[in-house]
């Protein structure tokens, strides 16, 4: 069996935040988050990345990132592309944003030959959530269905002060498999509770206290890339024409369909660890204080590629 790998979708420009904030630096060291994620996959057990990013940002990325983590790891790239979408498809006029996480994992098809991981470049996750989703994935395949996994959030400890976050909201069986999950794009804090909004805020839906919801961290086999590559297409034909600026093809859309199909079976592995990221430019003294904080406990060193 071939061992895990970790895949990072780092292509997003961060539009909300506003610049390439997967290289913004989260201490005086010069890391970033991503940084402190790959080293806790590292020691989990993780020998190879894959950092799926835009081509454009090849070079820079290598020199912020890359090359340092190169040092420890195995470190290959693969490029999402706007156009690299399926023949008969063309790419509509105005549109610049890539088509969602489902097409930057499709991206690295050619890369992937046994189960891998995958997670946010922007999101810290903590150790405790790699060491999980490692150990998980290292487990022989002895069921039917597709074996995949999620590691699971408390939402509560997945928001930020300074404005809205996508999350994934998750229903759970008493066995402790995933039975459903909705993409809510616009979740935030409002008046003590949690709520989410379709309509531009117009009405607002309570999210229950304690849901659990998908931080993008999925464990999964290679016959996803095979679902991706066939699922891509029908959701563009399903989707270009009615929103053709902003559609976009996500992972947990896929992972529904088929647990619908009772093609895959999906393991939630439940953190209880306090959610990191930089949605917006105000996230950042909040992340810059925890590093600082973990590696006042000795939990990280001052310099992790060293």
């Known amino acids: 069996m071939e061992k895990p790998v970790l895949v990072v979708m780092a292509a997003g420009m961060g539009s ?3 610049g390439l904030k997967q290289m913004d630096p989260m201490d005086k060291e010069g890391h970033a988050i991503l940084d402190f994620s ?3 996959a590292m020691l989990a057990g993780f020998e190879k990345v894959i950092f799926i990013i835009k081509k454009e940002n090849e070079a820079v990325f ?20 706007l156009t690299a979408i399926p023949e008969g498809f063309t790419v509509p006029e105005g549109r610049v944003k890539p088509f969602g996480t489902g097409h930057a994992v499709l991206s690295c098809k050619d890369l992937i030959h046994g189960p891998f991981a995958v997670i946010n470049a922007d999101d810290f996750y903590g150790r405790h959530a790699f060491q999980m989703i490692y150990d ?7 069921e039917d269905k597709y074996q995949y996994v999620m590691v699971g ?6 928001l930020t002060d300074n404005g ?38 117009t009405t607002w839906v309570t999210i229950p206290a304690g849901s659990t919801v998908s931080m993008n961290m999925w464990g999964f086999e290679e016959n996803l890339m095979g679902e991706l590559e066939k699922r891509f297409p029908v959701f563009l034909e399903e989707n270009l024409e009615k929103n053709p ?28 660890d306090r959610w ?10 909040t992340v810059m204080q925890a590093i600082a904080d973990l590696k006042a406990k000795n939990v990280y060193p001052d310099k992790l590629w060293e």
């Open 38 to 40: 790959v080293y806790d």
């Open 164 to 201: 809205y976050v996508a999350r994934g909201v998750c229903k759970i069986d008493g066995e402790g498999h995933l039975v459903d999950i909705h993409e809510r794009t616009r979740i935030e804090k409002r008046n003590g509770e949690t709520a989410y909004t379709e309509d531009d805020g």
């Open 136 to 142: 998980q994935l290292s487990k022989p395949k002895t």
């Open 153 to 158: 959030y408390i939402i509560e400890n997945t």
């Open 62 to 81: 290598k020199e912020c990132v890359g090359n340092r983590i190169a040092q420890k790891m195995q470190v290959e790239y693969a490029f999402q592309e």
């Open 276 to 285: 990191y990221g930089v949605t917006y430019k105000e996230d950042k003294e």
């Open 16 to 18: 909300r935040y506003g």
């Open 245 to 272: 600026l902003k559609c976009e093809f996500f992972l947990p859309f896929v992972v529904q369909e088929l647990m619908e199909e009772q093609k895959a079976e999906v393991s939630v592995l439940k953190s209880e």
